[in-house]
């Protein structure tokens, strides 16, 4: 079964300093990984995800995402927030290799950024 | 290009009345799907379907019908509603194929049963 954890509900980060929002997951075989945002009375949008390649992936706004097989983590990054940022992050994983298509998202984490 | 549209943005229902949610998108996506997203719960996956005429459940299925005729559309369906299906529900759509695998949100339907 696959599952995805967001250990913090939410993430308060000063206007300027650097952010990391933390997703782990687990699946049996290969995943594909992604991070949506929802911005405040707005559906959600997506904003990068990994599907096989190169560890670090670059996406929209600046931000980015790190996969990490071994500690099956794909933490989203920013090197400088904005208070813009501010929004509901999800990550979400589907298994490619189990023959289904379900996306499972995490709770979700609420992301501060302070002026 | 309209992307993915809802229908409608709100609905208060009795309990024990049934109801259709509308899903419709225009980009030609072969996967569809419907949430539901509650507050600490993050977004649940209630049904999908990867075409036509072939639909399969999510993690949390029960309460709710979906069938899909046509590419296009993607009805949820609520047969008896009940208070457990407050909730905000989106759909969302996507190709198939890895390199442009991504999900399509709708606005949402915020969904009262009481």
């Known amino acids: 079964a696959q599952s995805v954890a967001q250990p913090e509900d939410q993430v308060n980060v000063a206007e300027g300093n650097p952010l990391t929002v933390k997703c782990t997951y687990s699946?049996?075989?290969?995943?594909?990984l992604f991070w949506y945002v929802q911005y405040p009375n707005r559906g959600l949008q997506f904003l990068l995800k990994?599907?096989?390649?190169?560890?670090l992936v670059k996406g929209s706004y600046g931000f980015e995402a790190e996969f990490n097989k071994s500690q099956t983590s794909f933490h989203l990054k920013k090197p400088s927030a904005l208070v813009s940022d501010s929004a509901l992050y999800f990550c979400?994983?589907?298994?490619?290799?189990?023959?289904?298509?379900?996306?499972?998202f995490g709770t979700g984490t609420r992301l501060k950024v302070l002026a | 290009n309209a992307g993915v549209t809802q229908t409608p943005k709100f609905q208060v229902l009795k309990t024990g009345q049934s109801m259709t949610l509308q899903c419709a998108q225009d980009?030609?996506?072969?996967?569809m799907s419907w949430y539901r997203q509650d507050p600490g719960m993050g977004l649940r996956l209630i049904h999908y379907?990867?075409?036509?005429?072939?639909?399969d459940q999510g993690e949390v299925p029960n309460g709710y019908n979906v069938s899909r005729s046509t590419t296009e559309d993607f009805p949820l369906r609520l047969l008896s509603a009940a208070p457990s299906q407050t909730s905000v529900y989106f759909c969302?759509?996507?190709?198939?194929?890895?390199?442009?695998?991504?999900?399509?949100f709708g606005s949402g339907t915020q969904l009262s049963v009481l």
């Open positions: 969302a759509s996507s190709y198939l194929e890895g390199r442009r695998e991504k999900l399509f």
């Open positions: 699946v049996s075989g290969n995943p594909y």
């Open positions: 990994y599907i096989t390649g190169d560890n």
């Open positions: 979400a994983v589907r298994d490619r290799t189990s023959g289904t298509y379900k996306y499972i």
């Open positions: 980009m030609n996506h072969e996967y």
């Open positions: 379907s990867v075409g036509a005429g072939i639909t």
